[in-house]
């Protein structure tokens, strides 16, 4: 509750703006979605998405990725894919990138919420596991889109 929560902090930590606390809200029965990317000027390049075999909230380095993505309805495929290019475009990417996606179920199975957690201008530790399923150099591609 929520006197508990204040008593917890204001006790055990030092809650400032150098040191902030986060607390999420954990969403039962979510999914989780990996999107590895390459961008070029704000432009997909090439992508992959691959989902967590468990519920979110498995840590990403501790879970199960399936590529490709098995039990991704099209229309949460389209829906990670829009996000995604205008996350690209709005940021004007050019190398690799991560958006890790929630999906929560909706009134059906097809229809499903699609949240970003969060956005890695940055390569991800999928890159090596969807290169080498995929047959595509991620790093490679994101290497020669970086030097132009």
């Not at 501790?62 to 894919?81: K, W």
């Not at 890790?100 to 009134?107: D, I, P, S, Y």
Request: charged share 20%; hydrophobic share 45%; proline share 3%.
């Amino acid at each position: 509750d929520e006197a508990q929560l204040k008593s917890f902090l204001s006790t055990t930590a030092v809650v400032e703006q150098e040191h902030p606390v986060v607390i999420s809200k954990y969403i039962s029965g979510a999914r989780e979605i990996e999107f590895d990317a390459v961008g070029s000027k704000g432009r997909l390049v090439n992508y992959a998405i691959s989902e967590h075999v468990e519920d979110a909230g498995t840590h990403s380095g501790d879970a199960t990725l399936l590529l490709p993505a098995q039990q991704l309805p099209m229309e949460t495929h389209r829906q990670v894919m829009h996000i995604a290019s205008m996350l690209c475009w709005a940021l004007q990417i050019s190398g690799p990138f991560n958006v890790q996606f929630l999906a929560v179920q909706g009134v059906s199975k097809s229809m499903r919420s699609v949240q970003v957690i969060e956005c890695n201008l940055r390569a991800s530790r999928t890159v090596p596991f969807v290169s080498k399923t995929l047959n595509v150099n991620f790093i490679d591609l994101a290497t020669r889109v970086m030097l132009g």
